[in-house]
């Protein structure tokens, strides 16, 4: 257990939709992250955040956004789905912005119908 | 940009045997290299890194990682397999003062019993 829960697990929805997948960082970690994985596209870095405040942004489409509250716990948005949004979504967190490891959640796989 | 290569798609390997999986980088400046691994339908366990200091790196569960500058290798390495050992192994690589992780696509290791 790396101690980061993401919610939902799985999430089945309609194209045109919109989703909120939740992360809650391992207790004391500032820095969230946001992957996306696909079977075609691998591992995909999509936005970090660090103690509330975007901190690098990747290949993050205009329809997904994503933020840090103040309780440090993160959501990704993802509106206007289509079907090639469907993947497995991570979030991981590391205690600060810089050398250290990442722990990852076990992901929230989104299908798209 | 920082980039990871991992030639191989698949790494088949009878138990017992050594276990080699392989990983060039891209990076200006100092690297920082991580692998990890992934489980079905689990995310993705931090196994080591190397920051600075000794070339061979020791990690979790036996496996160890040896820095290569002059060659740009990262190559993940566990003297005897497990089945148990089976699974997706991904190399990332951060550039020093960059807050992204890039990863590789990943090398499917199947471990024979």
């Known amino acids: 257990d790396s101690g980061v829960t993401q919610t939902p697990k799985h999430l089945i929805t309609a194209t045109g939709q919109r989703v909120t997948l939740r992360c809650s960082p391992r207790s004391g970690d500032l820095s969230v992250y946001w992957y996306q994985q696909s079977l075609d596209q691998g591992l995909q870095f999509l936005i970090q955040y660090y103690n509330g405040e975007e901190r690098a942004k990747g290949n993050i489409l205009e329809r997904f956004s994503a933020q840090q509250f103040p309780d440090l716990h993160s959501e990704l948005n993802l509106s206007s789905l289509e079907l090639g949004d469907s993947a497995l979504y991570f979030c991981?967190?590391?205690?600060?912005?810089?050398?250290?490891?990442?722990?990852f959640g076990e992901g929230s796989r989104l299908t798209v119908l | 940009a920082q980039s990871v290569a991992q030639p191989e798609d698949q790494v088949n390997v009878a138990e017992g045997n050594p276990l080699t999986v392989k990983c060039t980088y891209s990076v200006s400046g100092n690297p920082y290299l991580f692998w990890y691994v992934q489980y079905p339908n689990r995310g993705l366990q931090f196994l080591l890194k190397y920051i600075t200091g000794d070339n061979l790196v020791k990690g979790s569960y036996g496996f160890e990682a040896e820095f290569n500058k002059s060659q740009t290798s990262f190559h993940l390495k566990k003297p005897s397999a497990l089945v148990s050992d089976s699974a997706l192994y991904f190399c990332?690589?951060?550039?020093?003062?960059?807050?992204?992780?890039?990863f590789g696509k990943g090398n499917q290791v199947v471990v024979i019993p």
């Open positions: 990332a690589v951060r550039a020093y003062g960059n807050n992204r992780l890039a």
């Open positions: 991981a967190s590391s205690v600060a912005s810089g050398t250290g490891e990442l722990f």
